[in-house]
């Protein structure tokens, strides 16, 4: 299984670095991906004993979690870029 955090994370850095360090406007998933997500948070979380606030899992870094067709970060301007590394993008 790839780890699904790296691909929303280099996103996010060339997100930052193309935009001013501005946030994207969401991070959508399809329910697979951001399910796989979650569990590999979660499985992070709990072996280090750190205390995940309520509704960490509508949230990444900042940016809402939201279930889309593909998985893709949608840029302040409102273009969706695929995230290489995804499960699955359909």
Same mark, same amino acid.
């Given at each position: 299984?790839?780890?699904?955090? $790296? =691909?929303?994370?280099? @996103?996010?850095?060339?997100?930052?670095?193309?935009? +001013?360090? @501005?946030?994207? %406007?969401?991070?959508?998933?399809?329910?697979? $991906?951001? *399910?796989?997500?979650? =569990?590999?948070? *979660?499985?992070?979380? +709990?072996?280090?004993?750190?205390? *995940? =606030? $309520?509704?960490?899992? $509508?949230?990444?870094? +900042? @940016?809402?979690? *939201?279930? +889309? %067709?593909?998985?893709?970060?949608?840029?302040? %301007?409102?273009?969706?870029?695929?995230?290489?590394? =995804?499960?699955?993008?359909?």
């Amino acid at each position: 299984m790839p780890n699904l955090c $790296d =691909a929303p994370v280099e @996103a996010w850095r060339a997100h930052w670095k193309a935009h +001013g360090s @501005a946030f994207p %406007s969401c991070i959508e998933l399809t329910a697979a $991906d951001l *399910q796989a997500l979650n =569990a590999e948070r *979660q499985l992070t979380h +709990g072996t280090t004993n750190f205390k *995940q =606030a $309520d509704g960490w899992e $509508d949230v990444f870094h +900042g @940016a809402k979690l *939201q279930v +889309g %067709s593909t998985s893709c970060m949608v840029l302040a %301007s409102g273009e969706p870029v695929v995230l290489a590394g =995804a499960v699955s993008t359909s």
